[in-house]
T-cell receptor, first 115, second 113 residues
Framework: AQTVTQSQPEMSVQEAETVTLSCTYDTSESDYYLFWYKQPPSRQMILVIRQEAYKQQNATENRFSVNFQKAAKSFSLKISDSQLGDAAMYFCAYRSAQGAQKLVFGQGTRLTINP | DSGVTQTPKHLITATGQRVTLRCSPRSGDLSVYWYQQSLDQGLQFLIQYYNGEERAKGNILERFSAQQFPDLHSELNLSSLELGDSALYFC????????????FGPGTRLTVT
């Protein structure tokens, strides 16, 4: 079974600075997808960014980018120019490319933005 | 707004009772997923339906059941409720089995007293 681990329960960053959230996963599959979801105080789950395992290029969405290291099974999220609205719980998630389409989530990292 | 709707937003009930949570997927989405978010278990996959058929089961208790109707909306039935069932229940949808993006509803907060 696949597992996802987020080793940082909490992180904080100054507004306008850059922060990196860590995620590692364990799988025997070669083809899969990885995601970062944001959960603000409203509790809504919002997809931030996704990465296909077969792509070597790291995904980028505006101020959000990932560092995908397939061999190391590592998938970190970098937030540049942090804004107060980025404060939330961030969840890393794994999905198989075949078979079950369920998402397997990490425990989450609570990100605080200091003004 | 993801386009996925869930009702009710909040539900407070007593132990031993039965409740039904409802989910309407985004227009055109055929696949529905149910997840449970609790303090001790985190976010866990419960069950998936695709075009009316059960597709995959996760850590879903026998006291829980779900179905997807011909109009593609889904219901999650929780019975013989226990205090530990208190959680946020999310529904998510995706357009197909191949689509990798799942869009989440706002969740139903269930409190069992």
């Amino acid at each position: 079974a696949q597992t996802v681990t987020q080793s940082q329960p909490e992180m904080s960053v100054q507004e306008a600075e850059t922060v990196t959230l860590s995620c590692t996963y364990d799988t025997s599959e070669s083809d899969y997808y990885l995601f970062w979801y944001k959960q603000p105080p409203s509790r809504q789950m919002i997809l931030v960014i996704r990465q296909e395992a077969y792509k070597q290029q790291n995904a980028t969405e505006n101020r959000f980018s990932v560092n995908f290291q397939k061999a190391a099974k590592s998938f970190s999220l970098k937030i540049s120019d942090s804004q107060l609205g980025d404060a939330a719980m961030y969840f890393c998630a794994y999905r198989s490319a075949q078979g079950a389409q369920k998402l397997v989530f990490g425990q989450g990292t609570r990100l605080t933005i200091n003004p | 707004d993801s386009g996925v709707t869930q009702t009710p937003k909040h539900l407070i009930t007593a132990t031993g009772q039965r409740v039904t949570l409802r989910c309407s997927p985004r227009s055109g989405d055929l696949s529905v997923y149910w997840y449970q978010q609790s303090l001790d278990q985190g976010l866990q996959f419960l069950i998936q339906y695709y075009n009316g058929e059960e597709r995959a089961k996760g850590n879903i208790l026998e006291r829980f059941s779900a179905q997807q109707f011909p109009d593609l909306h889904s219901e999650l039935n929780l019975s013989s409720l226990e205090l530990g069932d208190s959680a946020l229940y999310f529904c998510a949808s995706s357009v197909s089995l191949i689509a990798y993006e799942q869009y989440f509803g706002p969740g139903t907060r269930l409190t069992v007293t």
